[in-house]
């Protein structure tokens, strides 16, 4: 799990369950993205509303988790590391 730590002492991550995020505070979850199967039954990744893609069409759920997940840390956190926050991970 990586979590970007901004100057102001917020914490920006894709969620998971690898730690207690209320640990670190006050926690506010928001969906990023969703990964829904499309009317062929393949998967697709949409990250629009983080200003993203539409990433697909996957073969398989676990696919376009994958996918979703390396957009998430590849464009939605690193847009906080190339503000030179601080990065754990």
Do not use: N
Request: charged share 25%.
């Amino acid at each position: 799990m990586q979590l970007v730590i901004t100057a102001a002492g917020d914490v920006r991550c894709v969620y998971g369950e690898a730690i207690d995020l209320h640990a670190l505070g006050i926690v506010s979850i928001s969906r990023a993205s969703r990964v829904e199967p499309d009317r062929f039954g393949r998967w697709r990744a949409d990250l629009r509303p983080v200003g993203g893609p539409l990433l697909g069409p996957f073969e398989r759920r676990s696919l376009a988790l994958d996918a979703e997940t390396a957009w998430l840390g590849e464009h939605w956190l690193a847009v906080l590391l190339a503000c030179r926050d601080f990065f754990v991970g």
